[in-house]
């Protein structure tokens, strides 16, 4: 994966919308949406990814969003899971942690989601043309 981010003429991304991706949905996913607009700010190329089996081994790194709970994520995920693959994806969305019974652990887990944006050191790595308190990353 590093050799792939060097340099943003090697960078490809995938944006996956796992709730589309498992039979549909009707809802435009925000943070998929912002994303999309921040990579074309950067001038950096992008792809929604329209195939819960595709060959995602040409992007440097996939952002999935899940919302809801009943959703599964994409089996190109899933096979990557536990493999140094699993590196390139960043999952996040409600539909990850919103089942969880302990009031501590979905506590904790909202924050690590809400907060994942201004963590991404890929993100932080390139301007933010739309304004807002920060000069470089995504402000969400």
Known sequence: MQNKMNSKNNILVGLADADLLDGGTRHPNLALLKLAG???????????????????????????????????????????????????????????????????????????????????GFLNSLKNYRGGRKKKGIDM
């Open 38 to 120: 921040f990579f074309h700010d950067n001038s950096i190329p992008f792809e929604l990814i329209a195939d819960g089996n595709a060959d995602v081994e040409k992007y440097s790194i996939v952002y999935i969003s899940k919302v809801f709970t009943f959703t599964k994520e994409p089996s190109f995920y899933l096979k990557a899971k536990g493999t140094p693959e699993e590196a390139k994806f960043r999952i996040g969305g409600t539909g990850t942690y919103m089942e969880k019974k302990s009031v501590k652990e979905y506590r904790q887990m909202r924050y690590n989601d809400m907060v994942a944006f201004n963590k991404d």
